[in-house]
């Protein structure tokens, strides 16, 4: 009688059958898994990228005193990634009486699955994300924006922030 070392043929194959299935069956659930967190983390760079340039544009507001204080998506010169990947996007400055109090954006996402879901995973205690269908619209309060726009009352006279 032989002395058998190591494993035989058969028993081979057969662990990388067992192998191969395992490997094609969470494979696909592992890329999506990825797809996600990729497509979170494009939309939160473009989130953050907006909500930095809406910032630069209440800053430069406040200080040169346009005429108009009105905000197109134009105005922040985004780069042509973050208008894709944030479709149908608006953006506004709010305001309460002569305060301004907050700035926002809106896009529409094409599903709302994902709306659902980038709602749950981008919820913060420093922005209000509020789903309506496949519309996200994120606002951001001014008093976390620069130290200096904390209080920032309208004349209605001059038509400044002062």
């Given amino acids: 009688m032989k002395n058998q070392q190591g494993f035989t ?10 192998v ?11 890329l999506n898994i990825y797809d996600k ?4 983390n494009e939309v939160a760079l473009a989130i953050s990228l907006t909500l930095n340039r809406l910032e630069e544009i209440v800053s430069q ?11 197109t998506v134009n ?52 922005k209000w994300i509020v789903r309506n269908g496949n519309q996200l619209t994120i606002t951001q309060p001014i008093t976390l924006l620069n130290s200096i726009l904390k209080r920032v009352n309208y004349n209605v006279i001059t038509g400044c922030y002062e």
């Fill in 9 to 18: 043929l058969t028993e081979l194959v057969l662990a990388m059958v067992v």
């Fill in 20 to 30: 191969g299935i395992i490997f094609t069956a969470t494979i696909p659930k592992i």
């Fill in 37 to 40: 967190q990729q497509e979170k």
């Fill in 61 to 71: 507001r406040v200080e040169e005193c346009p005429v108009s204080h009105n905000v």
């Fill in 75 to 126: 105005n922040l010169h985004l780069p042509p990634n973050t208008l894709t990947t944030l479709p149908s996007l608006s953006v506004a400055i709010g305001t309460t009486e002569k305060m301004m109090n907050n700035v926002s954006l809106s896009f529409v996402l094409p599903t709302e699955t994902k709306a659902r879901y980038l709602q749950t995973v981008l919820n913060t205690g420093d």
